[in-house]
């Protein structure tokens, strides 16, 4: 098993930035490709970006492409979203996904075995 808490959401005005903290804890963190996800008020989850277990191969929906980053601390157990120029449409609860990975899984939700409990997001305009 992997456990897996986010933290870092909050209110933010549009053009701001924010950082999202996932920090896993169970079995060998290195072994696992990480993900971030978000829902949106009335619609799907959505994937917004991926890393492999090294950190060396990442990637990122079109819509934040440019404007977030996803990092990871394999010493800390930790992988990271920085957020920034965020825009009212980025509001949601985001979430932290892992599965155990040699490369970059898909931006599918099936795809990623553990999730965490979200952390809400809220931009205003």
């Known amino acids: 098993q992997v456990q897996l808490v986010e933290s870092g959401g909050g209110l933010v005005q549009a053009g701001g930035s924010l950082r999202l903290t996932c920090a896993a804890s169970g079995r060998t963190f290195t072994n696992y490709a990480m993900a971030w996800f978000r829902r949106g008020p009335g619609t799907e989850r959505e994937f917004v970006a991926a890393?492999?277990?090294?950190?060396?191969?990442?990637y990122y929906s079109d819509s934040v492409k440019g404007r977030f980053t996803i990092s990871r601390a394999n010493a800390k157990n930790t992988v990271y979203l920085q957020m920034n120029s965020l825009k009212p449409e980025d509001t949601a609860v985001y979430y932290c996904?892992?599965?155990?990975?040699?490369?970059?899984?898909?931006?599918?939700?099936?795809?990623?075995?553990?999730w965490g409990q979200g952390t809400q997001v809220t931009v205003s305009s």
């Open positions: 996904a892992a599965v155990a990975a040699d490369g970059v899984p898909g931006d599918m939700a099936y795809e990623y075995r553990y």
């Open positions: 890393i492999s277990w090294s950190g060396l191969s990442t």
